[in-house]
């Protein structure tokens, strides 16, 4: 009987087989990752704007939430129809966002200032404060949360479980106000409160240095003294703020190195003898980054919006003492421009954030 099927002449390679699965070159949806998320930015955004001036304007037009009581009523009007408050809503919606997408995003009402001069000024502070607090909560809660995962259900464990609860519930003022009492009252080590002693602001200023980051000013100056007295400022701020996410990281950190030693591969490398600490430390861990760099992320928002308690607690007049003062005097257009700003750099931040955990994880691509 004569077979249906013909061998392929010798030599010569056989087609491939359309039905196969073809193999994916390793990375080759990053491109699409990145630019999925990139464009991801842009609705995130326009829901906070417009979610943010649907909040400013139920109260009324900003002109008489703050100088309604200052002004006379034909001045009040006056100033309402100069700045188009008099419009309709929707009218002034479209033109608020033609102005945010030119970067114009209004002028406080209570000091005649742009709101980009106010964050320019303002957010190099807040900026220092975060990065501050950022490294206590790596430098506490990374190892804490390490060290929680190797002795899993030990009395260390349970200790670092519970000191990471009362980190994060506590508030972020009251742990303010506990620190100044203790570390500034009481044993006049740190100072009460500002972000640098009146001698070191004035060489500062002498000295020219304009990043408004003031360990990089003071470091300018080659002065250790003015360094050192920037530092001693910085520690208890960084310390209420940082301790808070602190928390969060030592019990995710335990998570997620606890569910990556549970699995399989981890499992078979324990069975070939490999030891406890070489398997946390080569196998365990690099996995278990990954929802850990998510988090840190999206802990920029916390620490953006902690600042805000934190800077007011420590008269460390950063964008978060300025924005309590701009919602006592009422200006809901600094207020507002401010909140949009902060959004937008936490939307970037979130957008980097992928990046890394991109790249730490090819998973995450497909």
């Known amino acids: 009987m004569t077979s249906l099927t013909t061998d392929a002449p010798s030599g010569v390679a056989p087609a491939p087989d359309a039905r196969a699965p073809q193999r994916k070159r390793p990375g080759g949806k990053l491109g699409s990752y990145l630019l999925v998320r990139f464009l991801l930015i842009f609705p995130t955004i326009f829901i906070l704007v417009t979610t943010v001036f649907v909040l400013m304007r ?4 900003p002109i008489t939430a703050s100088l309604g009581s200052r002004l006379t ?3 009040l009007a006056e100033r309402i129809e100069a700045a188009g408050y008099n419009r309709p809503i929707f009218v002034q919606y479209l033109e608020y966002l033609g102005r945010v997408f030119r970067g114009d995003f209004g002028t406080s009402i209570s000091d005649n200032r742009p709101v980009t001069e106010i964050v320019l000024t303002y957010g190099a502070a807040t900026l220092e404060l975060a990065v501050y607090a950022m490294l206590v909560a790596l430098a506490v809660g990374i190892p804490l949360g390490r060290i929680a995962a190797s002795r899993r259900d030990k009395g260390v464990d349970a200790s670092l479980r519970i000191s990471g609860i009362l980190a994060y519930a506590t508030p972020v003022f009251f742990a303010g106000i506990l620190l100044k009492l203790v570390f500034s ?3 006049g080590w740190l100072p009460v409160a500002g972000r640098a002693s009146t001698d070191t602001q004035i060489e500062l200023q002498r000295n ?3 990043t408004g980051i003031y360990l990089i000013d003071a470091i300018s100056t080659g002065n250790p003294a003015a360094v050192l007295d920037v530092l001693e400022h910085a520690i208890l701020p960084a310390l209420a703020l940082g301790l808070l996410t602190g ?6 950190v335990r998570t997620n190195v606890i569910g990556t030693l549970n699995t399989g591969y981890v499992e078979a490398a324990r069975s070939r003898g490999v030891n406890e600490r070489r398997l946390l430390r080569q196998h365990a861990w690099r996995p278990a980054l990954v929802p850990i760099i998510t988090v840190i992320g999206l802990q920029v928002a916390l620490l953006l919006s902690g600042a805000v308690l934190t800077e007011k607690t420590f008269e460390w007049k950063g964008l978060g003492f300025q924005l309590v003062q701009y919602l006592l005097a009422r200006d809901f257009v600094a207020v507002q421009g401010i909140v949009v700003l902060l959004a937008v750099v936490v939307a970037l931040t979130n957008f980097v954030v992928d990046v890394i955990a991109a790249l730490v994880d090819p998973r995450i691509r497909y």
Not at 247 to 252: A, C, E, M
């Open 73 to 75: 009523a034909d001045q």
């Open 185 to 187: 009252v009481w044993l």
């Open 58 to 61: 139920s109260t009324g037009d």
């Open 208 to 210: 020219g240095a304009g």
């Open 247 to 252: 928390g969060i990281f030592l019990r995710l």
